[in-house]
């Protein structure tokens, strides 16, 4: 069965760092594109950043800089540094592959950037 797992989220202050996780199942990992999406609150889930098997990356230009998708294809994980982040970074944060299997989003994990 298909799911992802992810792991990782806080509560952090404007400027920090965070590194989200996620395990993925039941695909084969390894030609799969991986992303990370987040969904803030009253707003569209996006993708923020995915990472091919070749670790061809790609940001959303909000995160340019400031987050890093990394992905061990020996584990079956992706994930995600964020640095320097600010409040507009606050939202729930899901893996899927991209383009994303529609009915196999995880529970997410909620980053929120406060002060």
């Known amino acids: 069965q298909v799911q992802f797992v992810e792991s990782g989220g806080g509560l952090v202050q404007p400027g920090g760092s965070l590194r989200l996780s996620c395990v993925a199942s039941?695909?084969?990992?390894?030609?799969?594109?991986m992303g990370w999406y987040r969904q803030a609150p009253g707003q569209a889930r996006v993708v923020v950043a995915h990472?091919?098997?070749?670790?061809?990356?790609h940001y959303e230009e909000a995160v340019k800089g400031r987050f890093t998708v990394s992905r061990d294809d020996a584990k079956n994980m992706v994930y995600l540094q964020m640095d320097d982040l600010k409040p507009e970074d606050t939202a729930v944060y899901y893996c899927?592959?991209?383009?994303?299997?529609?009915?196999?989003w995880g529970q997410g994990t909620q980053v929120t950037v406060s002060a």
């Open positions: 990472s091919s098997n070749a670790s061809v990356t």
């Open positions: 039941g695909i084969d990992f390894r030609l799969r594109v």
């Open positions: 899927n592959q991209n383009p994303p299997i529609a009915s196999r």
